[in-house]
């Protein structure tokens, strides 16, 4: 049975603990935002010692089920005050689980920067002194140097160790390029611990237990063939998430301007088929990359130079839409080197690109001047004014600034999809425990479900509500997104899903499994951000979104507030 590892930084202890009887069927996301539940006290400062930082395995992760291997790091938010479950690709949910670890619980704050090593001997404790103030790049090699090439790094640049609530917590991949548990500002709680760095190694460590592995395999071997059938994969093989670019501008639902339009006229500047092209231009990069081993889709990329020197992998859509058409940056090298630098410095793309485009409206930078912006982000490594100022988020650049078209739910950031047009959506971004989130559910049109009108001011609430369930027992299972969108129109498909929960931990399930699961890890969250305060008026976009029509569609968010409502009512 796997087990809690606790560790204490104040005293520099750890201890292992059996899983408490209710936290058994547990995993990923709903045991994360299950022990901050139990944990944390819900009006903790979310940079004060109370609050407990928890890197959770999915129920599926170190098994051959495909793409399973996102950790769910939970804690309270200091960007939304909210309870939060930021989850990222790479090899260190792997590794956790191969060590039997469910849970790894950090808590107290160490005196001085410090990292950690877990290994099957334990916890080891190491000064980081000498690390203070390096950016991801370097310290990745550094610590990979030093530890070899069996471990997996989850760490904080400068901007977590600044306490900047932008900052997001690195994860590297088994060839250790950077993912991120970006959004929240989980990494500022990391900092906030005096925590630089958590080596996860899994040397001569045992198989994943699973109880029926014949089964398994035969529901192993059918869902992937189910996964790899479904049109949308390949494209994601193809092209990554930037070929949402070109889809989201064609439906006017991709952010430019600081949401003002919801198309961007340099849109192809920045699209995933101009992307493909740059990659097959250019030596040393590469169309097809994969986050974890066991990935079948390999929706990731690396961006060279002309030179062949690595820029950035992992260029995603969302950084497009946020830092490209958001910003109006029309130049795909500007975008994937502000890319780089964020992800140097530990910087979540998203919350940036909103921050950004809300300075460009104050006039504190020009549109589009990605030098600009750059140098802007460059800057908060001298610790300047403004650069802390966009990198505390969105809400605190428009109040700094005194500009009222502030794109952000509780605190957080939109992503790069206009609620105005994808309004199932919006009413995600309106009431997911975590602040605008659109992993938690994001409502797109599909062909396979013909019948779906995003536009339409009724029906969003049901949608968003079931995605939202659903995504939540993913990021349970610590499956990635991709490969559970299939699932959403092969129910079938979900049955071989649950076929490979019940032959790894021995349980039966019914077919309500993945609505079940969900809504409880829902309900825990909900509950949590009812103590720490928050109320239904807070489930509401930002009332411009309602007032300023998107010019071409000529639409509003217009989703009643008593169908808002009843989205997460238990
Ligand atoms: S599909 Fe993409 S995000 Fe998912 S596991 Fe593969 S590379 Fe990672």
């Not at 994969?290 to 130079?305: E, V």
């Not at 971004?429 to 479900?449: E, Q, W």
Request: charged share 20%; with cysteine; hydrophobic share 40%.
């Amino acid at each position: 049975m796997k087990k809690l590892l606790r560790i204490n930084l104040t005293t520099k202890t750890f201890r292992y603990e059996d899983l408490p009887q209710d936290y058994i069927k547990l995993g990923g996301r709903g045991l994360s935002s299950k022990i901050v539940f139990n944990e944390v006290p819900a009006k903790a400062d979310p940079l004060g010692e109370e609050n407990k930082l928890v890197f959770a395995p999915g129920i599926l992760t170190g098994t051959i089920v495909p793409n399973n291997g996102r950790i769910s790091i939970g804690a309270k938010s200091p960007l939304t005050g909210t309870i939060k479950e930021a989850n990222a690709g790479g090899s260190a949910a792997q590794k956790l689980s191969r060590l039997g670890i469910a849970a790894v619980i950090v808590e107290g704050k160490s005196s001085s920067l410090t990292a950690i090593k877990i290994d099957k001997n334990g916890v080891s404790f190491i000064d980081a002194n000498r690390l203070k103030s390096m950016g991801n790049y370097a310290l990745i090699d550094k610590l990979k140097n030093e530890h070899g090439n069996n471990i997996s790094i989850m760490s904080i640049g400068p901007a977590g160790e600044m306490l900047l609530k932008a900052a997001n917590i690195s994860v590297t991949s088994p060839d250790f390029k950077i993912r991120a548990a970006a959004r929240g500002g989980l990494g500022a709680v990391m900092g906030s611990k005096n925590l630089k760095a958590i080596i996860v190694d899994d040397l001569d460590a045992n198989e994943v237990d699973v109880k029926d592995p014949t089964t398994l395999k035969d529901a192993v071997a059918e869902l992937t063939k189910g996964i790899l059938s479904h049109p949308l994969i390949e494209g994601l093989k193809t092209f990554g998430t930037p070929i949402l670019v070109m889809m989201i501008n064609t439906a006017n639902a991709l952010p430019t301007k600081n949401y003002s339009l919801g198309q961007f006229a340099h849109a192809e500047n920045i699209s995933g088929e101009h992307l493909v092209e740059l990659i097959n231009k250019r030596p040393e990069s590469a169309q097809v990359h994969r986050c974890m081993n066991g990935c079948i889709i390999g929706c990731s990329n690396i961006l060279s130079d002309e030179k062949g020197n690595e820029i950035v992998s992992g260029l995603e859509y969302e950084t497009l839409g946020m830092v490209g058409s958001n910003c109006m940056i029309g130049n795909l090298d500007d975008v994937a080197r502000i890319n780089r630098l964020c992800n140097d410095l530990g910087l979540d793309t998203m919350e940036m690109g909103a921050a950004i485009a809300v300075a460009m409206e104050a006039g504190v930078i020009k549109w589009g001047d990605g030098k600009a912006v750059y140098e802007l982000i460059e800057s908060i490594k001298d610790n300047s004014e403004k650069g802390k100022i966009i990198a505390n988020g969105c809400v605190n650049t428009g109040k700094a600034f005194g500009v009222s078209r502030i794109p952000h739910v509780k605190g957080q950031s939109l992503a790069a999809y206009d609620p105005r047009v994808l309004k199932g959506t919006g009413v995600t971004y309106a009431t997911s425990t975590m602040g605008a989130d659109h992993t938690c559910g994001n409502a797109l049109p599909s062909p396979a479900n013909p019948e779906y009108n995003p536009l339409s001011p009724t029906g969003q609430g049901p949608v968003s509500s079931f995605l939202q369930r659903y995504f939540a027992a993913i990021d349970s299972l610590g499956l990635c997104l991709f490969a559970s969108l299939p699932l959403l129109d092969i129910p079938d498909l979900q049955k071989k899903l649950m076929e490979c929960v019940s032959a790894i931990t021995g349980e039966g399930y019914n077919e309500n499994y993945l609505i079940e699961l969900g809504t409880e890890v829902l309900k825990t969250e909900k509950r949590f951000n009812e103590m720490a305060g928050f109320t239904s008026k807070d489930d509401r976009l930002p009332e411009f979104f309602s007032k300023e029509a998107l010019p071409g569609p000529n639409t509003v968010f217009d989703v009643p507030e008593e169908e808002i409502d009843g989205v997460l009512k238990f």
